[in-house]
Structures are given as structure tokens and as C-alpha cells.
């Protein structure tokens, strides 16, 4: 086998640590996913397509669901973390061990050794995760190709430690501004300060009651919060404008409309000169209760957790898509140092899957 292939034949641990040993940091993906597209297009029940440095490969056995296992092959820059190590406590270190190619390999194992599941299967590879988000492999398919990603239901294998992680909460960041008019400190009835004026909006802030809603299942908890203030013009002038950064994490049974309408709303009475949407991403809901998320469930056993960041399963979402984050890779080690997944992780994460698609 030459140095650039993928053998599938190998056990999931052993897989995870070939891809680590397959430097991808973001933007340098193209190797590993020409060797991901040669190994696929290898097992004859398999349609594989590209585009770019991501590849979809599907099963087309007309079963009546169809479910989508979807992972990032990029790393973060490596931190003389590669190549992998294999400690004697079955635990292995290495850049993207838990960040997340553990979930690559089961991915990998799955497309290779379930010729025949019990749902048609549909498996993503995509780059750019770790970078800036217009560059995000996930979302130029979803531009490009929407119909490959067609599913009932879609599972990343992003690090989740073995828990399944439902939705994710929406994110919206709003400048509101407040004018008043410059003077001389020394006369300052002769001006208006505006940094006065942003008063009632932190009184709102600190009074605010973020709700706790329980969808599908999960609590969410939401936050509506100050992130920056700026104003002043020197120490000797009354300033004649502010503004504060507000960020709002909304729980994902709100839509991005609702979810402005609703910081709108909050600081109604405040007298706010500009109100600018920054920077807007809606949430995704759990959609646990879809049958196939529900048959999900049983199988991997467990209770799923509300996820409060955002994450590409929202991608899944804005699609119709129900996703969730299940993954073998531990979160509180990714992008670090000491990066490292347990090996019996791997191997449980793959099981459970497989129990989900063949029985
Ligand atoms: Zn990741």
C-alpha cells in the first residue's frame, strides 16, 4: 500500500491514528481528501462525488430514511503533536486525535464495513471547519450541492466525549448607539452626553431574565449580554456618542427574525440613535423527536445535552435537517497541546453506530 493511501481494513483506533500521522491542517486538506475519495470509491456500494476538498459519498438502497454522518478532515496547526503516540493506558495523543478524526475514522469504518444498513447512508467529508466561515467545506456544498446533503437526520462526529449534544443555541451581535451633543466639559449643560445616555441600556442588561426553555427534551439557557462599550472623545469633552456591543445567545426555538424582534423589543424604550445587526447565525433544534433521531437515541443510549455554542449541526438545520454532535473525541482537549482521545472511545462510538444502522 503506498504511503498516501487509507487502509479501511484497519480497526477504528489504528485508523485514527493513520489520519493523524496525515497532516490536513485547514486549507492543506487536499492529500487526505484525495486519499479519502480513492479509498471510497474502492467499495462498489458507495456513490462518491466532489467538490473541491470535500467528498460526499452515498448508499442508494431506496430504504425509507436516510441518515448523514458528517465530519471536518481538517486540524488546527500542528503543535509538535504529530506523529501520534500510544500510551500504554490505550490512549492516544496526537494533533486532531479527538478534534476531531477519531469521528473521521468511525465514519470511515462505517462506510467500509456496512455494505447493507438498515438506512440508506449518506457520509461527508469537509474542510476549512477550523478557519473563518465562508471557507467552511460544509457550507460551500450546502451553496453548491444541496441535495447531497438531503437526509432525515444527520450526526457530526465532533468531539462530544460519547454524548449526544442536540441543537445548538442561535447567536445575533448588535451595536446599539447612542448620540448626544459634544461641549466643554468645563459647560457641560451646554452638550448632551451620550455615554449618560447608554445608561438605561446596561440598566436593561443587568435586570434582564434570560429564559431557560426546554425543547425536546433539553434545557437551553440563554444569555443576553454586554461585550463591549466604547465613547469619549478626549477627557475634556462631553461625548456625543456610544455604543454597546450586545450579544444575544437564543435557544434555537426562536427564529433569527424573532430572535432581533425580540432585542428590539427589550430595549424599546431606550433611546437608541442606531441599531446595527453585526453579525447574525440562527440556532438549530435538537429534532430529537424525528423517528430516526429517536431510534438514534436508543441505541447510543444516554441523555442527550443541549449544546449552547454554535456549531455546524445548524448548517443541517437551516438545510431541514435535524443534527446532532455524537462523537468519540473529548471537547476540553481540542486544539490543544496534549490532544488525545481514549482508543476504547473510538471503538465504542463505532459499535453504537453500527448497532444503530444494521439492526
Ligand atoms: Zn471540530
Redesign the pocket.
Known amino acids: 500500500m503506498s504511503e498516501s493511501a487509507l487502509d479501511l481494513t484497519l480497526d477504528g483506533p489504528a485508523l485514527t491514528a493513520r489520519l493523524v500521522d496525515f497532516p490536513s491542517v485547514s486549507g492543506d486538506e487536499k492529500p487526505l481528501a484525495d486519499a479519502i475519495e480513492h479509498a471510497l470509491r474502492a467499495l462498489p456500494h458507495l456513490t462518491v462525488d466532489r467538490y473541491g476538498n470535500n467528498v460526499v459519498a452515498r448508499t442508494n438502497l431506496g430504504r425509507s430514511e436516510r441518515v448523514v454522518l458528517a465530519g471536518?478532515i481538517d486540524t488546527v496547526p500542528i503543535a509538535d503533536n504529530v506523529p501520534s503516540r500510544l500510551d500504554e493506558n490505550g490512549v492516544l495523543w496526537g494533533c486532531g486525535t479527538s478534534?476531531?478524526k477519531s469521528g473521521v475514522a468511525v465514519q470511515l469504518r462505517i462506510a467500509a464495513t456496512v455494505p447493507e444498513p438498515n438506512r440508506d447512508l449518506t457520509f461527508v467529508f469537509y474542510d476549512n471547519?477550523?478557519v473563518a466561515a465562508h471557507l467552511n467545506g460544509l457550507g460551500h456544498v450546502a451553496d453548491t450541492h444541496p441535495d447531497w446533503l438531503e437526509g432525515d437526520f444527520a450526526v457530526l462526529l465532533?468531539?462530544s466525549d460519547g454524548q449526544v449534544e442536540g441543537g445548538c443555541q442561535g447567536t445575533l451581535r448588535v451595536h446599539l448607539r447612542t448620540t448626544g451633543e459634544r461641549a466643554h466639559s468645563a459647560r457641560s449643560w451646554m452638550g448632551f452626553n451620550a455615554v449618560h445616555a447608554a445608561g438605561p441600556i446596561l440598566a436593561r442588561l443587568a435586570a434582564y431574565e434570560p429564559r431557560r426553555p426546554v425543547i425536546d427534551g433539553l434545557r437551553y439557557h440563554e444569555g443576553l449580554n454586554a461585550v463591549g462599550i466604547e465613547g469619549g472623545v478626549a477627557t475634556n469633552v462631553i461625548p456625543d456618542s456610544c455604543t454597546v456591543v450586545i450579544n444575544y445567545r437564543y435557544a434555537p426555538d426562536r427564529t433569527m427574525a424573532e430572535a432581533e424582534a425580540h432585542v428590539r423589543e427589550v430595549f424599546a424604550d431606550c433611546d437608541i440613535a442606531e441599531f446595527i445587526v453585526d453579525d447574525h447565525t440562527g440556532g438549530a433544534l435538537p429534532g430529537l423527536s424525528h423517528p430516526a433521531a429517536a431510534a438514534f437515541m436508543e441505541a447510543v443510549g444516554g441523555t442527550a445535552q443541549p449544546k449552547f455554542g454554535w456549531t455546524d449541526v445548524s448548517r443541517f438545520s437551516a438545510l431541514g435537517v435535524p443534527a446532532v454532535n455524537y462523537g468519540p473525541g473529548d471537547a476540553l482537549f481540542?486544539h490543544r497541546r496534549d490532544e488525545h482521545v481514549a482508543v476504547d472511545k473510538i471503538t465504542h462510538c463505532e459499535e453504537r453506530l453500527r448497532q444503530w444502522l444494521t439492526v
Do not use: L, R, S, T
Request: glycine share 0%.
Open positions: 471536518h478534534d476531531m471547519e477550523e465532533e468531539p481540542a
